[in-house]
């Protein structure tokens, strides 16, 4: 079905700050227009879920319109960046899209922005830096800081509107983003939704009387100003002049404003919370009858009769249209967990930083060494690439993997981050929806828990539910055995890998580290590189151009064997060698090793194959043994092989525990060389 033609009215989306200087009648009632479509909308939006016509729950943005309507029509769509909230209906509906467009989102059809694969207000436009959310308050924030820096990067004057709630701005997210847009300079405008509430708890129980949301800015270096989002006028005024500053400063701005949120929190709220009266103030201080009032006060009754007809209709006929538009089918769902990715361009066939003249050339690196080429070879030939983290500029990383970097590539693309890995993720997660490659190193594996919504809710399902890409490599310096303590030596892999969406390998030798940086940084997804550190400098071995580097996706058969298939990753692939050797020098048993080297997607062909010769499987790896990789892996193979298999399979792997501190226990904690040699040797009988 046709989408029904937009009211002329609908046809602008843009308000200059002469127009709401002037106070110009035309503009008046365009702000009105776009405001009365936001209400109606949600309003029918609430109707149809009570019908039942719209599933899961609705949370509406009546009150909000005061706000929302003047900042989206003042915002440059054309290179701005915004992550509307859950009250932003009508910012979205100015935007982009046609509201039939709007309304699949909210009736979950087959066409839907998100696939029907999100519900309710979860839908942006990240092709035109409408940046969807998730339902994780406060996380969407850092990534307008990444996609507006992105747009400054690319030489645009943009700005960014990183919009949440009274209850959002307690999250820790907010004030690390507040901190990092101050540092960095980004010219963002954080604009606070404050209408008094987080679902049933008041500001009083958010935070300490007395104190206001505005004025924390000063603590950040950031300038702040309060506005009361119910006179819609003066908040038109307030925000031109804001953005028209925030453009020409390039700094951030805090704005906190003083909004509405008439409906409750959602369609289920039953609002018994509020006080006696409450309700009735705050229907009282609706900005849209007010503002209706205003108009026609000013003699333009005619002109609002037209145009509330004209749009009622229109919203009747676009609901129509989306009532009418087919429903997702779950058979030609796609299955598009993962962006596919672009055909790679080719590189310069060195590994050096210069182009190569003549016979291939071989150098014996560290695996650290092979780690800090790859980058200086990816930020000499791809402009787009970025590399960020703790301490990686000027010191060169906690474990000199960057080492020299800064130097050769200046401070614009090698860049220290600030202790905030959450923010610093979502950034980069908005770096990469801006058309730059960022590659983020945490200082340590472990580190990476405080990220975990930027990485396995926010990045890893972006395509699933957006269709954008968000191609980033999180560099990950994982693993024990050093004496660290079990806040430095952990693996990661499987909680990362029980989320979908993310790729990761995992390299054992410096050749592969170097052909695993790259073939990650190319990927169209955010790939997790897990990087042993008792590997980086264990030894120096050869690494060479290699032309096929992008079958480190693919696993590899270390050593050949014929009586069992070990299969294993990380450092455990040079144990698993030293004792594999061990069986066959002292029983003449050949141990076969495979080394996974990419642990999600799993590709097990190989393995398949080694396990039609061998019957046996053992698999080996440093993390704790429940719920541990082991466990995904054992029962793949199991139902692929069960029939074939002449013993039960052997899962080797850490005690189930931290990882303890002192020598003594940490090596008693992971799989050592006698452990392993004598649970094979048991196994075996
Ligand atoms: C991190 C997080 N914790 C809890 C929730 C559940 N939740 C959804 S909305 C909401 C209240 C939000 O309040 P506020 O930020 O003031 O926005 P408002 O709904 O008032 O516009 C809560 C607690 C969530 N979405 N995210
Ligand atoms: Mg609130």
């Not at 472990?446 to 990485?455: G, L, N, P, R, W």
Request: hydrophobic share 40%.
């Amino acid at each position: 079905m046709a989408f029904p033609d937009l009211p002329a009215i609908l046809r602008e989306r843009t308000l200059r700050t002469e127009e709401i200087e002037s106070e110009s009648p035309a503009a008046l009632l365009r702000i009105y227009a776009w405001m009365h479509l936001a209400r109606t909308g949600d309003n029918r939006i609430l109707d149809l879920f009570r019908q039942g016509f719209i599933k899961g729950t609705v949370a509406g943005g009546q009150g909000n319109e005061g706000l929302i309507v003047p900042l989206a029509l003042l915002a440059d769509k054309e290179r701005d960046v915004v992550a509307f909230t859950h009250r932003d209906f009508g910012g979205h509906l100015i935007w982009s899209g046609h509201l039939v467009e709007h309304l699949n989102q909210y009736f979950a059809n087959a066409a839907s922005p998100t696939k029907a694969r999100e519900g309710n207000v979860h839908h942006g436009d990240p092709a035109n830096r409408s940046l969807p959310m998730i339902s994780h308050l406060g996380a969407m924030a850092s990534n307008v800081l990444g996609a507006t820096d992105a747009q400054r990067r690319l030489g645009h004057a943009s700005i960014g509107f990183a919009l949440f709630g009274d209850g959002g701005s307690s999250t820790g997210d907010i004030h690390e983003c507040f901190n990092l847009a101050s540092l960095l300079s980004l010219p963002v405008i954080f604009i606070i939704e404050n209408n008094g509430y987080a679902y049933s708890t008041p500001v009083s129980e958010q935070y300490a009387p007395g104190t206001e949301l505005w004025r924390r800015a000063s603590g950040y270096g950031i300038e702040a100003l309060q506005l009361d989002a119910t006179d819609v006028i003066a908040t038109a005024r307030t925000l031109a002049d804001a953005i028209e500053r925030t453009r020409r400063t390039g700094r951030p701005l805090l704005i906190e404003a003083k909004t509405l949120r008439l409906r409750g929190h959602a369609a289920y709220d039953t609002c018994d919370y509020l006080r006696p009266g409450e309700a009735d103030a705050f229907l009282a201080a609706d900005p849209l009858p007010r503002f209706r009032a205003a108009l026609l006060e000013a003699g333009h009754a005619a002109a609002l009769q037209h145009l509330e007809a004209e749009l009622d209709a229109f919203i009747e006929a676009s609901i129509r249209v989306a009532h009418g538009t087919p429903r997702p089918q779950p058979e030609s769902q796609e299955f598009d967990v993962y962006a596919p990715s672009a055909p790679p361009k080719p590189w310069i066939p060195s590994i050096g930083s210069a182009p190569e003249s003549g016979a291939p050339q071989v150098e014996t690196l560290t695996m650290a060494q092979a780690i800090n080429r790859a980058l200086r070879k990816v930020l000499q030939e791809r402009p787009e690439s970025l590399v960020l983290g703790q301490d990686i500029a000027t010191y060169g990383g906690a474990f000199k993997v960057t080492d020299g970097l800064l130097a050769d590539f200046g401070r614009s693309r090698v860049f220290n981050t600030p202790l905030a890995e959450s923010a610093c993720t979502g950034y980069a997660t908005g770096l990469a929806l801006g058309g730059f490659r960022p590659i983020e190193e945490f200082q340590f594996a472990d580190f990476s828990t405080e990220a975990m919504t930027q990485i396995s809710l926010n990045a890893a399902t972006y395509h699933f539910r957006s269709g954008a890409r968000v191609p980033m490599v999180l560099r990950l310096p994982c693993g024990g055995g050093l004496t660290f303590g079990s806040f430095h030596s952990q693996e990661l892999e499987s909680v990362f890998l029980a989320m979908p969406g993310l790729k990761a390998l995992y390299p054992s030798t410096p050749q592969d580290a170097f052909n695993a940086l790259l073939a990650a940084y190319e990927d169209d997804n955010p790939v997790l590189l897990f990087e042993h550190k008792g590997l980086y400098r264990r030894g120096k071995g050869p690494v060479t151009w290699d032309p096929d580097y992008a079958r480190i996706w693919e696993p590899r058969i270390v050593r050949p064997g014929s009586y069992a298939s070990l299969v294993t990753y990380g450092e455990m692939v040079h144990l698993a060698e030293e004792v594999a050797a061990y069986f066959l020098n002292e029983y003449e048993i050949e141990i076969e090793v495979i080394d996974l080297r990419a642990l999600a997607p799993l590709r097990l062909e190989l393995i398949d194959a080694s396990l039609a010769r061998t019957h046996r499987l053992i698999v080996l790896h440093e993390g704790r043994r429940t719920h541990g990789f082991g466990a995904e892996l054992v029962s793949r193979l199991t139902e692929r092989h069960f029939f074939d298999l002449e013993a039960p399979p052997l899962r080797l792997a850490s005690l189930d525990q931290p990882v303890p501190f002192a020598p003594e226990l940490e090596q008693a904690h992971r799989p050592t060389r006698e452990s392993v040699i004598g649970q094979v040797a048991d196994w075996i009988g």
